[in-house]
């Protein structure tokens, strides 16, 4: 028998709150259907951490050279997408289901795709969304670090999951 832990970031509490993020952000018709709710809090910002929230597929972009270029990706919620390169068929891309750990290069150019692959059961009656968190970094972890790193990560910010999402969130918009 497989005794496998959940990591504390993909305990029900925080997948619930990324589903709020999700369904705040649908609820206030972003065009580009992407959010980050934590985005320049310090505790965050310390932990070189993200919360990225997405409704829609976004389409191919490079990110802002300023940003550190190595993205470490943990799935929270996945209710059909696949973030990937252009020049990746996706059906070479694993499915990223909730828990999996991935790595991009913000600088390259990238985007966020559907994938028939992945949908949550759970949540068929309800409008597709993605949530990861989004550990930046100057150079790649290697993939057997990445779980490690973001726990470590996630652990600098943990408390502020206790109930959901903070008032400085619903005071953004």
Request: glycine fraction near 4%; charged fraction near 25%; include cysteine.
């Amino acid at each position: 028998m497989n005794d496998v832990t959940t990591p504390s970031w993909l305990s029900e509490t925080v997948v619930m709150t990324a589903r709020e993020a999700i369904y705040s952000l649908r609820a206030r018709d972003k065009p580009d259907g992407v959010y980050e709710p934590f985005l320049g809090h310090p505790e965050w910002k310390a932990a070189n951490l993200s919360l990225l929230v997405c409704c829609t597929s976004v389409s191919a972009h490079e990110d802002h050279h300023e940003l550190p270029p190595w993205c470490h990706f943990a799935v929270l919620v996945n209710d059909g997408w696949v973030a990937k390169t252009p020049r990746e068929r996706i059906s070479a891309v694993p499915p990223q289901r909730p828990g999996a750990l991935f790595r991009l290069n913000i600088h390259d150019e990238h985007h966020l795709v559907r994938d028939r692959r992945v949908r949550s059961a759970a949540f068929e009656n309800y409008p597709p969304g993605y949530a990861v968190l989004v550990l930046s970094q100057e150079e790649p972890i290697p993939d057997a670090e990445i779980g490690a790193a973001m726990q470590e990560a996630f652990d600098k910010v943990a408390p502020q999951f206790d109930h959901g999402m903070p008032d400085f969130y619903r005071r953004r918009w």
